[in-house]
């Protein structure tokens, strides 16, 4: 291997970086932007895929389609329920043609990043050379979450048989792959081997210029995200049902802002003071209107980007535990957290009520945010990941220092 050459990447994903913003675009979006810097990075959109804009700077090098990949035969779904090998996982699978061509893809690159479960599983194969697997939603941590949501015995146990499924997947994860990336602390400590697990925390950028906070009257209260995200629609109509009549009556007028797919919905529209913005281009004048903004999330696997988006934009945040989860925040300093309706209320009520206790918590989590969570933050964790894998410094521009080889890497 010739080490003065800049590291080939090989990036494989299911959303273009272009588009709308939503948590998975973004992430893919920055890192991409983060490897640029590490080394020359291939794209390849392998689907179902997200539509993508084909003369973007980032260039789709390949597109990949994926097709049903039916169940059939006892034999099968014996693999499927009892064994670990079965990789049909999500019902869809790339031609053996494709196989190939991503083989021989993988030869001719120093290192692939996939990004999900999904990819590497509908390409059917078990062992994947030279690779990292970026989880931004592990499967058993989404699922289970589900099913504390869910109402019924039969369901919940229909539910608890898809953890213990995906658990028995994420179990093997290192007889397939290289190194894993995750989103925080809490899910490295879900899988074996932690030296082979790097930490690469969902980030928001700094804005380009200092946010000028304004306040309106009367005041507003905001919700980021794609309501065709199912955590994400059912996390805003458990606010609107539960929490905000109670924020109606203690401050008449209040307005909800939703800003995201789906939220010209007539389901949101129909509740009293609540306007739907679509996607908004420019979301930092957007938010920096608000008093503050919901995390109502009770379902997921990873961490949300909508709250580094708000610490970045100074905006106050009320979240539910799970919505602020992998962040080290506490309930208080940089955000107030409840996961009850009356909690909930109180804490947004609270912030409307003392302005002062908003800019506090929005400041303090400023600060945090500054250190932990730019996606700039996160070059050094790249690096070390690539290092493990390659057996290799990688050189990283912007960073004072190379990424060393850690001592439990391989050769």
């Known amino acids: ?66 097709h049903e990949w039916r169940m059939s035969g006892w034999k099968n779904r014996i693999r499927h329920e009892l064994g670990y090998g079965y990789l049909n ?26 990004h ?52 028995r ?8 792959f290289e190194a894993l990336t995750v989103c925080s602390e809490l899910d490295r400590k879900s899988f074996p081997h932690p030296e082979r697990v790097f930490v690469v925390p969902n980030g928001f950028d700094p804005p380009a210029v ?23 629609a059912k ?30 919905n007539p389901e949101w529209l129909g509740f009293p003071n609540v306007e739907g913005l679509g996607w908004v281009e420019d979301s930092d004048a957007e938010m920096a ?6 995390v109502p999330v009770f379902e997921g696997g990873g961490t949300r980007v909508k709250i580094s988006n708000a610490f970045s934009r100074k905006c106050p945040v009320v979240s539910s535990h799970l919505g602020a989860y992998g962040y080290e925040v506490e309930d208080g300093k940089e955000l107030r957290l409840a996961d009850s309706a009356k909690d909930f209320a109180a804490a947004c009520i609270g912030i409307l009520n003392d302005p002062d206790l908003g800019d506090m918590l929005a400041a303090t989590a400023w600060r945090a945010f500054l250190k932990n969570w730019t996606w700039d933050s996160n070059r050094p964790r790249l690096g070390r990941a690539f290092a493990s894998v390659i057996g290799r410094t990688v050189c990283i521009s912007g960073v004072s ?10 050769a």
């Open 89 to 114: 996982t999500n019902h869809c699978r790339a031609s053996d043609e494709d196989r190939q061509r991503l083989l021989k893809m993988i030869d001719e690159h120093d290192v692939t990043w996939v």
């Open 401 to 410: 220092e190379p990424t060393q080889l850690q001592e439990s890497s391989k």
């Open 1 to 66: 291997m010739n080490i003065n050459r800049p590291t080939q990447i090989l990036f494989l994903t299911s959303h273009a970086p272009e588009g709308e913003d939503h948590g998975a675009r973004l992430r893919v979006r920055h890192l991409v932007r983060q490897l640029s810097k590490i080394g020359e990075v291939t794209l390849v959109l392998a689907g179902p895929y997200e539509e993508f804009i084909a003369n973007s700077d980032s260039q789709v090098y390949e597109v990949i389609h994926f």
């Open 116 to 167: 999900g479960f999904r990819i590497p599983n509908a390409f059917d194969l078990w062992k994947w050379p030279k690779t990292i697997l970026d989880i931004d939603d592990i499967p058993s941590r989404r699922t289970y979450s589900e099913m504390l949501q869910m109402k019924g015995a039969l369901r919940k146990l229909r539910a608890l048989r898809h953890v213990w499924l995906w658990k």
């Open 235 to 264: 996390g805003l109509r458990w606010f609107l049902q539960e929490v905000w009549p109670a924020i109606q009556a203690a401050h008449l007028g209040t307005i909800l802002r939703v800003v995201g797919r789906d939220s010209r």
């Open 210 to 232: 200092e946010i000028e906070r304004k306040s309106c009257n009367p005041p507003r209260i905001g919700f980021i995200g794609s309501l065709e995200y199912p955590a994400n």
């Open 169 to 176: 997947h994420e179990s093997r994860i290192f007889d397939r």
């Open 289 to 294: 209107t608000w008093s503050l903004t919901i």
